[in-house]
């Protein structure tokens, strides 16, 4: 197996998204919908615009997948304060179960990841992988 950086990233997200949407079989979301809803638990009301940057999507593919959303209920799109130009991303009822049901897969795949680690060395990754995040982002 190659150990280097790039490829246990890469296998790891792969694994990450396999294991995500094996859990979330029942639901029928879509690969880039977990994602948006695990951004909006926190950040319910945002315009297209943050959830693109704070999901790192680009603009045009967020759009197709909030109409989706939106078809199947999960979201609603609104005007706030008359203002045309952006429209606010709100979780509707059913999204917020869809929510859940994400926010409970991912916690069971950190569950797995981090199984027979240390809390310590929990800690000590997650403030490296942080450093290693920002650095990486500082060019973007």
Do not use: W
Not at 4 to 20: P, R, T, V, W
Not at 23 to 42: F, M, R, V
């Amino acid at each position: 197996m190659d150990t280097s950086f790039h490829y246990l990233l890469m296998a790891n997200q792969a694994l990450i998204h396999k294991g995500l949407l094996s859990s979330l079989k029942d639901t029928g979301l879509s690969l880039g919908q977990p994602k948006i809803l695990d951004y909006l638990k926190d950040h319910d009301g945002s315009n297209q615009k943050e959830i693109a940057q704070g999901c790192h999507i680009e603009a045009a593919s967020l759009t197709s997948v909030l109409g989706r959303m939106e078809e199947r209920g999960m979201i609603e799109r609104k005007m706030l304060n008359g203002n045309r130009r952006s429209l606010y991303v709100f979780l509707t009822e059913k999204g917020k179960k869809m929510q859940t049901a994400v926010e409970r897969g991912f916690s069971s795949l950190e569950e797995k990841a981090f199984a027979d680690i240390s809390e310590e060395e929990q800690k000590l990754f997650m403030d490296t992988f942080i450093k290693i995040y920002e650095n990486l982002k500082r060019d973007l």
